[in-house]
C-alpha cells in the first residue's frame, strides 16, 4: 500500500494540471495583458513608416491554410497558392494595399475607343531575380505558354477573354495566333474578343504572371523549385520543405526593394483552424488565414485587438433546384421558403463572425456595384413571415398537408448549423418537413450537376476578380455551373448585352436588371455576404483591408515593441486603438 | 535446419506478396476512379477545351483498362507518378519525404508504448488485485478511451500556449517538436500494451511450470525474467506488428493537430482531392509496410515461442 500514495499523488498532480489549465483558459486577460505591446505607428510625409518605430527584425510568419499546389504560376489554382506567388511576382499591373490596380511592370497602358485593345508600355529597367532583363517578350512567352494546350492550365479560362484564347486552347489554332503583340521590345499588345472592364484586375492573376523562359528550358517541370525559380516580384524562393513552410527572401533586383522593408517571408500551411490560432496564440506566427467558426465569441473577448473582420467579394445562398418536384413552376412556394428565414438570427446567431444578411446575389463593394435589393428587403421580419405564410398556402401546402424537401450540402460543420437552422425556420414559420442530407464534397458537386435528386442545396460562390458578371454568368442556360436549371431567355440577353456594352454606367445597369430578373424568379436563397477573419499580430502594419483579401507582404512591416520605459510612460493608451484609424 | 526452415518461410512470404500487392493495386485503382467526381472537378467548372487538355496531360482520356496497364508499368519502373494536386512533386518524392516523418514519430512513439506498456503491464500483474493494479488499469482503460483528438489539443493548451515549453505545433526534426505528437500516439498504445501484458503475465504465472520453477525453489526475480516474461510477451509481439504499420505510416488526427508532413494526410487529402496517383502509391506503399512488418513479427514469434517451428509447416 505503501507504494500507491506516490501514484495516487502523480495521478492527482496531473488531474489538478490539467483542471488548472482548463480554468485558465476562462480568466479574462490572461493570453491578453500580459502581451506585449508594439510601439505607436509613426508615418513618414511620405507615407512610409518611421524607421525609429520598426522592429529590428522585418520577418513575417503567415498561417497560410493549406499547402499550395504548385508554385508554378500557371498551373495554381488554389487560394494559398496565389498568397505566395503574389509576393514572387508581378503582372504588368499590381495592386495597392486596399486592392486597388495599380501599373506594376507596365508604367502605363493605353484602351482602344472600342475598349478591345490594350498596349501596354512596360518599364525599361526591370530585372528577373537572376538578373535577366525583363521585357515584353517575357510577357508573349508567358502568356502563350499559359494558353498552350500542352501545359493544361486550369486557370486558363481567366484568359479568354483574350482574342483567339478559346481556339488556341482547344488546340485549333497555334499558341502564336492568341491576341497577344509585340510592338517593340517594351510595348505589348493585348486584344480582347470583347469589353472587358475587369481585364487589367486579370492580369494580376498569377495566370497572367510572366515566368523567365531561360528558367523552364533548363529545369522543365521542376523549375518552380527553391534554387531554381527565378521570379520577379518583391521576394525569392529560399526554402521550400512541403507542407512545412515555404520561405521567402527579399528580392535585391525587384524594381521598388528600396521600399520594400520585409527582408523574409515564412508562409506555413496550417490546415487546422485551431491549431492555426494556438501557434498565434504561441507567439509562432503574426497573420493566421484563418479562425474557427466556432471559437468568435472566445476571441472577441480575448483577442478585441488582434481579430480582424471584413467584408469579402463571395455570397452564401441556397440554390434550388427548378427542374424537378416541388420547385418545377412554383415560384410562390419559393418566394415563401426565401422569405421564412430570419437572417439576423443567421447571421448573428449562426455564422457569428459579423457576416452581413442578404437579400441578393451579388455582395456590395464589388467594384462600385450596387446591388439589386427587392422590395422586402426592407420588411419587417414579421411582415416577412406574414408574407410567406401566404404564399406557403397559395401554393396548396398548409398545416395539415405540408411541404417535404430537403436540404443537401457538402460535409461541413459550417454547413450543417446552416441548414438546421433553415429548417428549423421552416417548421416554425410553414410547418415544412425538411430532411437534412450531407455528401462528402465531389459526391455534392456531382449531384448539383446532375441535377436529378437535389432540391435545396447549399451553394456559395467567391469570384476571382472584382466584378459582379462573374456571379452572374453562372445562371445562364446551360452554364456547367448552372445547377439550377435556370432558363430565362430575358436573362441570358442580358448576360450577351453585358458582354458587349463597353460604357460602364449601362453595363452596370444592365448587370442590374439581370440580378432584378434573377431575383424575380426566385432561383436562390440569399443569406448571407462572407466576411474574412483572421488574427493579426499588432506589430505587423502596412496591409489593408479589401474585398479581394489579397495581402502581398511588400506592403507590410513590423512594428518594434515597447521598451520598459515606454511601457511605464504611456500605459493607458491601447496602441490598436492608436492605429485603428490609419489603418482603415 | 531451423535456419533454412526461415529462409524457406521468407522465401515463400515474398513470393506471396507479389499476388496480394497486384490484388491491392487492382482494387484500389478501381474504386477510386468508381468514386464520384474526377481531380480535377472543382465548385468552378472548367471549359470543355480546358478540361481536354488536363485529360490529355493525365492520360486520362485513354480507355480504363489502357490506363490501368499503363500504370501496372509505371510501378514495376518504380514510378509513381506525378501527383495530381501538388503538380510540382513527383509521388515519390511526396512519399520519401513523408515516410521518414511518420516513420519517426510513430517509431518513437511504438517503443515508448513498448517499454512502458510492458513494465506497466508487468508491474500490475505482479500484483494483481492491489490498489496498485486497479490504479494502473483504471488509468489504461481512460487512456485508451481518451481519442488522441481531445489530448492533442489539450497538451498544445497546456505546455505551448500557457507554458510555452514546446512549440505549438509545425516540424523541423528537433526533439522539442516531436515530443507531443509521440506522447499522444503513444498514450493509446502504453495502455493497450499494458492490459494484454499484464493479462497474459497473470495467465502464464498460473501456469504449471511456473510453478515447478518455484517450487525448485529459484528466486522470484529469475522466475518472471528467465520462464515467465518470453511467452508472457507473444500477444505484446504479435499486436506490435499492425501496431507498428499503423503508427509509422502517419496519422491524419496527429498531422492535423501538430502540423506534421507525415504521410496519414497524403493518404486523407490525396483520397478526398481524388489524387488518383497520390493515393494508389501511399496505398501500395501501405501494403508493402504491413507485409514486411508482419513478416518480421513472425520471425520474432519463432525466436520466443518454442512450439513454433517453420521446418514443421513442411
Known amino acids: 500500500m505503501r507504494r500507491v500514495l506516490p501514484i495516487s499523488l502523480a495521478l492527482a498532480g496531473v488531474l489538478l494540471w490539467v483542471c488548472a489549465c482548463g480554468g485558465r483558459d476562462g480568466e479574462p486577460g490572461v493570453p491578453g495583458e500580459r502581451r506585449p505591446q508594439p510601439v505607436s505607428l509613426v508615418l513618414l510625409e511620405d507615407g512610409s513608416p518611421d524607421p525609429s518605430v520598426l522592429a529590428e527584425e522585418q520577418v513575417v510568419y503567415r498561417g497560410n491554410g493549406e499547402e499550395p499546389d504548385t508554385l508554378d504560376p500557371h498551373l495554381a489554382v488554389g487560394v494559398p497558392a496565389a498568397h505566395v506567388l503574389r509576393d514572387l511576382f508581378e503582372g504588368l499591373t499590381t495592386e495597392s494595399a486596399t486592392g486597388e490596380i495599380i501599373p506594376g511592370v507596365a508604367l502605363r497602358w493605353n484602351i482602344s475607343r472600342d475598349a478591345r485593345s490594350y498596349t501596354f508600355y512596360l518599364r525599361r529597367d526591370l530585372a528577373w531575380s537572376n538578373g535577366d532583363p525583363l521585357t515584353a517578350e517575357d510577357f508573349l512567352f508567358s502568356l502563350r505558354r499559359a494558353a498552350d494546350p500542352r501545359t493544361a492550365a486550369s486557370a486558363a479560362t481567366m484568359l479568354l477573354p483574350i482574342q483567339n484564347a478559346r481556339e488556341v486552347l482547344a488546340g485549333e489554332l497555334p499558341v502564336e495566333d492568341l491576341g497577344v503583340e509585340l510592338l517593340d521590345e517594351f510595348t505589348l499588345q493585348i486584344t480582347l474578343t470583347g469589353p472587358t472592364p475587369y481585364f487589367l484586375g486579370l492580369l494580376n492573376h498569377p495566370i497572367a504572371f510572366p515566368v523567365n523562359r531561360r528558367n523552364i528550358e533548363e529545369h522543365g517541370a521542376e523549375f518552380a523549385r527553391p534554387g531554381k525559380l527565378v521570379s520577379n516580384g518583391a521576394f525569392t524562393l529560399s526554402r521550400w520543405v512541403p507542407r512545412v513552410q515555404i520561405v521567402l527572401e527579399k528580392n535585391p533586383l525587384f524594381r521598388e526593394a528600396a521600399q520594400t522593408i520585409v527582408e523574409r517571408v515564412h508562409y506555413y500551411p496550417i490546415e487546422d483552424h485551431s491549431t492555426e490560432v494556438k501557434a498565434f496564440r504561441a507567439g509562432e506566427i503574426d497573420w493566421t488565414n484563418e479562425v474557427p467558426n466556432n471559437q468568435f465569441k472566445w476571441l472577441q473577448e480575448h483577442y478585441p485587438g488582434e481579430l480582424v473582420v471584413s467584408p469579402w467579394m463571395g455570397s452564401y445562398f441556397f440554390g434550388y433546384n427548378l427542374t424537378r418536384e416541388p420547385f418545377v413552376d412554383n415560384p410562390s412556394l419559393r418566394m415563401a421558403l426565401v422569405l421564412a428565414i430570419d437572417r439576423e438570427i443567421l447571421t448573428e446567431k449562426v455564422a457569428q463572425f459579423g457576416e452581413q444578411p442578404s437579400f441578393s446575389l451579388v455582395p456590395p463593394g464589388m467594384d462600385g456595384y450596387v446591388p439589386f435589393t427587392p422590395e422586402y428587403a426592407d420588411w419587417t421580419q414579421a411582415e416577412r413571415e406574414h408574407e410567406a405564410r401566404r404564399l406557403y398556402e397559395q401554393a396548396g401546402y398548409s398545416t395539415e398537408r405540408p411541404l417535404r424537401t430537403e436540404i443537401r450540402f457538402n460535409t461541413s460543420e459550417n454547413h450543417k448549423k446552416m441548414a438546421l437552422a433553415v429548417a428549423s425556420m421552416w417548421k416554425q414559420q410553414l410547418g415544412v418537413v425538411t430532411t437534412l442530407v450531407n455528401e462528402e464534397f465531389r459526391v455534392f458537386m456531382q449531384n448539383r450537376e446532375q441535377r436529378i435528386v437535389t432540391e435545396v442545396f447549399s451553394a456559395g460562390w467567391i469570384s476571382d476578380y472584382n466584378d459582379p458578371y462573374s456571379f452572374l454568368e453562372m445562371f445562364r442556360t446551360g452554364h456547367g455551373r448552372n445547377d439550377f436549371g435556370y432558363s430565362n431567355s430575358t436573362f441570358d440577353a442580358l448576360l450577351d448585352q453585358i458582354g458587349t456594352e463597353r460604357v460602364r454606367a449601362r453595363r452596370e445597369r444592365l448587370m442590374f436588371e439581370a440580378e432584378r430578373t434573377l431575383m424575380s424568379d426566385h432561383v436562390i436563397i440569399p443569406v448571407y455576404t462572407y466576411v474574412t477573419k483572421r488574427l493579426v499580430s499588432p506589430q505587423l502594419k502596412g496591409w489593408q483591408n479589401n474585398v479581394m483579401d489579397h495581402h502581398p507582404t511588400r506592403h507590410m512591416f513590423k512594428l518594434r515593441l515597447r521598451t520598459g520605459v515606454e511601457e511605464g510612460a504611456a500605459p493607458a493608451a491601447p496602441p490598436e486603438a492608436a492605429d485603428a484609424g490609419r489603418q482603415e | ?314
Do not use: C
Open chain 2, 1 to 314: 535446419m531451423k535456419q533454412e526452415g526461415i529462409l524457406r518461410h521468407a522465401a515463400t512470404r515474398f513470393l506471396g506478396l507479389i499476388p496480394t500487392l497486384l490484388l491491392l493495386i487492382t482494387v484500389a485503382f478501381f474504386m477510386i476512379r468508381v468514386a464520384p467526381g474526377g481531380p480535377f472537378d472543382s465548385e468552378k467548372v472548367l471549359p470543355p477545351e480546358i478540361r481536354a487538355n488536363l485529360d490529355a496531360k493525365y492520360h486520362l482520356d485513354e480507355p480504363l483498362l489502357q490506363q490501368y496497364f499503363r500504370y501496372l508499368g509505371q510501378i514495376v519502373a518504380g514510378d509513381f507518378g506525378p501527383s495530381f494536386q501538388y503538380k510540382d512533386w513527383t509521388v515519390n518524392e511526396l512519399i520519401w519525404r513523408g515516410f521518414p516523418v511518420s516513420a519517426a514519430v510513430g517509431g518513437l512513439a511504438m517503443l515508448l508504448a513498448f517499454v512502458f506498456g510492458t513494465l506497466i503491464g508487468i508491474a500490475a500483474a505482479l500484483r494483481q488485485n492491489t490498489a496498485v493494479d486497479y490504479t494502473v488499469m483504471g488509468v489504461a482503460m481512460l487512456g485508451i478511451s481518451i481519442p488522441n483528438f481531445v489530448i492533442a489539443p489539450l497538451l498544445i493548451l497546456g505546455l505551448a500556449v500557457y507554458a510555452g515549453w514546446l512549440p505549438a505545433g509545425g516540424w523541423d526534426w528537433s526533439w522539442q517538436r516531436m515530443i507531443l505528437p509521440v506522447i499522444t500516439l503513444a498514450l493509446p498504445a502504453v495502455a493497450y500494451i499494458a492490459r494484454l501484458m499484464r493479462g497474459s503475465m497473470i495467465e502464464v504465472l498460473h501456469s504449471n511450470y511456473i510453478r515447478t520453477a518455484r517450487a525448485k525453489g529459484l528466486p522470484e526475480s529469475l522466475v518472471i525474467r528467465r520462464h515467465a516474461l518470453k511467452p508472457a510477451i507473444l500477444p505484446v509481439i504479435s499486436y506490435m506488428g499492425p501496431a507498428t504499420a499503423a503508427l509509422i505510416t502517419g496519422s491524419v488526427v496527429i498531422e492535423r493537430i501538430y502540423s506534421i508532413p507525415g504521410l496519414g494526410s497524403y493518404f486523407v487529402q490525396g483520397a478526398l482531392n481524388r489524387d488518383y496517383t497520390l493515393v494508389m502509391g501511399v496505398v501500395i506503399f501501405y501494403g508493402v509496410v504491413i507485409i514486411v512488418l508482419n513478416f518480421i513479427v513472425d520471425l520474432l514469434y519463432a525466436w520466443l515461442n518454442p512450439r513454433i517451428r517453420f521446418d514443421e509447416v513442411q
